[in-house]
């Protein structure tokens, strides 16, 4: 499979990071970006480059830890380094959501693809 089955500013960080191989988290995660903008009115993660774009999620989303680096053996990983880590700031930069709505995007827009849930829990949140 390929890494560029979605749109840059809905790809999710693990297919920017070059994983070829993906489930319904890739899906999940652009839903959440795409539910941000229709509550925003505005694109959440308008990236211009796959660097620039991985950026903007890191820094709305909060760095991922080590365990995450360890365990995604992405083959763009070793190539990406923050200059700093991030913390998740989405609370703050979604503070005029509600709060139902701000939960269900941090947790689509959850940086590990495991801990986004599925689509049966966001459609119950």
Known sequence: MTS????LW??????????????????L?????????LLSGKP????????????????????????????AKLRHATMFKLNQAYKRCAAETFKDFSPSALLLIETLLAVD?????TATAALNS
């Open 113 to 117: 693809p495991a801990k986004r849930g």
């Open 29 to 37: 995660c652009s839903a959440g970006c795409i539910l941000g903008e």
């Open 4 to 7: 560029r089955v979605v749109t």
């Open 10 to 27: 809905c790809r999710p960080p693990e297919l920017l990071l070059g994983a070829t191989y993906y489930g319904i988290g890739v899906d």
């Open 44 to 71: 959440i993660l308008p990236g211009r480059t796959e660097v620039e774009q991985l950026h903007k999620i890191f820094k709305l989303c909060g760095s991922p830890g080590e365990k995450y680096w360890k365990k």
